[in-house]
């Protein structure tokens, strides 16, 4: 079997987001302890992909320096996407790029589950989960065990299976032929080409693509979300070293990453503390706090903090 190229779209602003994107893109915000991007990376690495393409546009020289940093190990390649054309214009650009077999995922977008069935089930094949809204997503209808349609967004879902933005390809050539006739044809969605039209010109063609169901998802996009995603992955992956128990009060569940500081503070329930955060004398509960974050005297809830932001 060929090796997988994965492919991660991470040109977008994250205009709902501001102001804390208004220095780096969006996939570089913490939750959880870490980047958006370093929790997706590890499951590329889980599924044992090695070569990666990012899709890179908003702020891209703060995440490809972080990615040269933190993942030498890796084959990495940044192609840029220059105007915001959708998502499907944003795997296309990969086109001169990858070859063989290809998985991609949302560059906003932390799955908490294994992904290793979407790329070793042998098909094509797209993550799904049961959703209470299915408008707000790409949604699939399936017939015999096989996906039959997909539809962006909806107005009236004929289903309440979604994606969950991690899609597997055995040919990528295929993938791009159909991006390609999308483009060729003009048709967008709010002025972006979409992959879900790319999906239906596969099953035109007569290609099948199953659906894998995943257990849950976070399309990190609004300030509200990324602060109920960290107390979900808090409540799952909580990192609690030793040495921050001398001196503070800690109440869990809480993520303190090793190589933070912090002294004569009360932190907890739910606080991610990021890389390189220096705190002291502080109180923060339901909380985040980026990478490099420097925080004195600081009472806060329910908030991100960042190095920009105070």
Avoid at 38 to 45: F, N, R, S
Avoid at 120 to 144: L, Y
Avoid at 166 to 177: I, N, T, W
Avoid at 287 to 295: G, K, M, N
């Amino acid at each position: 079997m060929s090796e997988y190229t994965a492919i991660i779209p991470v040109a977008g602003k994250g205009v709902r987001l501001l102001p804390y994107t208004e220095h780096c893109p969006k996939t570089m915000l913490s939750v959880g302890g870490k980047p958006i991007i370093a929790h997706i990376l590890q499951q590329i690495e889980s599924c044992g992909i090695r070569r990666v393409v990012f899709v890179v546009g908003y702020k891209k020289d703060v995440l490809i320096d972080y990615i040269r940093a933190q993942y030498p190990h890796l084959e990495t390649v940044f192609v840029e996407q220059k105007e915001p054309k959708g998502l499907g214009h944003a795997v296309y650009l990969a086109k001169e790029v990858v070859q063989g077999p290809c998985f991609i995922v949302l560059g906003d977008t932390i799955i908490d589950g294994d992904l290793r069935p979407l790329v070793q089930c042998g098909q094509n094949a797209v993550g799904v989960k049961t959703v209470q809204d299915p408008r707000r997503f790409g949604v699939v209808e399936m017939k015999d065990g096989l996906i039959c349609r997909f539809e962006e967004k909806p107005e009236h879902p004929k289903s309440n299976l979604a994606l969950i933005g991690a899609y597997s390809f055995l040919d990528s050539a295929q993938l791009f032929s159909c991006l390609q006739e999308v483009i060729a044809s003009g048709k967008t969605v709010k002025n972006e080409i979409q992959l879900t039209d790319a999906l239906s010109c596969m099953l035109r063609r007569g290609l099948s693509i199953i659906p894998v169901p995943m257990k849950d998802w976070f399309d990190c996009g609004t300030i509200e979300i990324m602060l109920q995603t960290n107390r979900v992955l808090l409540d799952r992956h909580a990192h609690l070293p030793q040495k921050f128990l001398q001196n503070n009060k800690i109440i869990a569940p809480c993520w303190l990453d090793d190589t933070a500081e912090i002294d004569g503070c009360t932190l907890g329930p739910y606080v991610s503390v990021a890389h390189g955060a220096k705190l002291k004398n502080c109180e923060l509960k339901d909380a985040i706090v980026s990478q490099d974050t420097c925080l004195t005297d600081t009472k806060r809830e329910h908030a991100i903090l960042d190095k920009y932001c105070k």
